[in-house]
């Protein structure tokens, strides 16, 4: 599913008009990039959780040379699937 799709369903779920159900889904995102960004998780309950992973820095290698390079620490999104989404999809929660 596309996010104009997503768009389309809300849309539709909830009878709005295509434009309002567009503020609504991008709202929605940008409130989850902003907690995440201020370093809180997003707990959707029955969904799931979105967090932010800390990576500590670290020496790697260049697979073509194999000469030894250093990878900067970064911050990465994480989101874990909560007891309903996984017991809809067939896996044990």
């Given at each position: 599913?596309?996010?104009?799709?997503?768009?389309?369903?809300v849309?539709?779920?909830?009878?709005?008009?295509?434009?309002?159900?567009?503020?609504?889904?991008?709202?929605l995102?940008?409130?989850?990039?902003?907690?995440?960004?201020?370093?809180?998780?997003?707990?959707?309950?029955?969904?799931?959780?979105?967090?932010?992973?800390?990576?500590?820095?670290?020496?790697?290698?260049?697979?073509?040379?194999?000469?030894?390079?250093?990878?900067?620490?970064?911050?990465?999104?994480?989101?874990?699937?909560?007891?309903?989404?996984?017991?809809?999809?067939?896996?044990?929660?």
């Amino acid at each position: 599913m596309t996010k104009a799709e997503l768009i389309d369903s809300v849309a539709n779920k909830a009878e709005l008009p295509k434009q309002k159900a567009e503020e609504i889904v991008n709202g929605l995102f940008d409130d989850i990039v902003g907690a995440l960004k201020n370093g809180d998780k997003v707990n959707i309950s029955g969904f799931g959780t979105f967090s932010v992973s800390e990576r500590k820095a670290r020496t790697g290698r260049n697979p073509k040379t194999g000469e030894a390079i250093q990878i900067a620490a970064s911050r990465a999104p994480k989101f874990k699937a909560g007891k309903i989404l996984k017991e809809s999809l067939g896996q044990p929660g």
